[in-house]
């Protein structure tokens, strides 16, 4: 499969630790957040999202959180696994406008 | 399990050749997006359409791309004349948006393209 980046941050943690991923988002008008997972040699796959009015959701192993203050968004995955490796990419949405970042690539060590 | 279906997988052709890619969106989706994806550049949004009508492309070079739904059922994005920098893998993904509200997108396989 293709690699989406060769210069993307790498975050390498341990099976079984928790994982957090960062995203810095650039437009205070954004509204809404989503993380896509994309899997070597596939599509972004949909993970979890967030509006703006609120400030954490939690799915399945995985939490959202946004700091509207600092434009931030993280992304926790509980007790990591090895099919969590994969590059994460966060995308913010505001009117017509959808921007993703450059993503994080998660390496689970065994 | 309905997903968004992208055809060719692969294609590999030479500079100057038309290249078309087709995308079927999940059924009842009436937003559909095109992506490009390289390795410097990551997920670059080219163009997407709500209700078979083109909302947004001002990331797609208009000299020789062009994106177009014939029907609710197909999207297609032309590349002519192809360039090596138009090689990429491209992706389609569709939603459920309506006016005003955000897009949650699924993406399909996408089309890895390779322009010689």
């Known amino acids: 499969g293709e690699s989406v980046g060769l210069h993307l941050p790498t975050l390498s943690v341990q099976e079984g630790d928790n994982s957090i991923i960062n995203c810095a988002y650039s437009?205070?008008?954004?509204?809404?957040f989503i993380w896509y997972k994309q899997e070597s040699g596939k599509g972004p796959q949909f993970i979890i999202d967030?509006?703006?009015?609120?400030d954490k959701r939690q799915g399945q192993r995985v939490t959202v959180l946004l700091n509207k203050t600092v434009k931030h968004l993280s992304l926790q995955i509980a007790a990591t696994q090895p099919g969590d490796s994969a590059v994460y990419f966060c995308?913010?949405?505001?009117?017509?406008?959808?921007?993703f970042g450059p993503g994080t690539r998660l390496s689970v060590l065994p | 399990d309905a997903r968004v279906t992208q055809t060719p997988r692969h294609k590999v052709t030479e500079m100057g050749q038309e290249v078309t890619m087709r995308c079927q969106p999940i059924?009842?989706?009436?937003?559909v997006f095109w992506y490009r994806q390289t390795m410097m550049q990551g997920l670059e949004l080219l163009a997407y359409?709500?209700?078979?009508?083109?909302?947004?492309d001002s990331g797609m070079p208009k000299d020789r791309f062009s994106a177009e739904m014939p029907d609710a059922t197909l999207a297609t994005l032309k590349i002519q004349p192809s360039e090596p920098r138009d090689s990429a893998v491209y992706f389609c993904?569709?939603?459920?948006?309506?006016?005003?509200?955000?897009?949650?997108?699924?993406f399909g396989p996408g089309t890895r393209l390779t322009v010689l």
């Open positions: 967030i509006r703006s009015n609120m």
């Open positions: 993904a569709s939603g459920l948006g309506a006016s005003g509200s955000p897009d949650t997108q699924y």
């Open positions: 359409f709500r209700n078979r009508a083109p909302l947004d």
């Open positions: 059924l009842g989706h009436n937003t």
């Open positions: 437009n205070s008008a954004s509204d809404y």
């Open positions: 995308a913010e949405t505001y009117g017509q406008n959808f921007v």
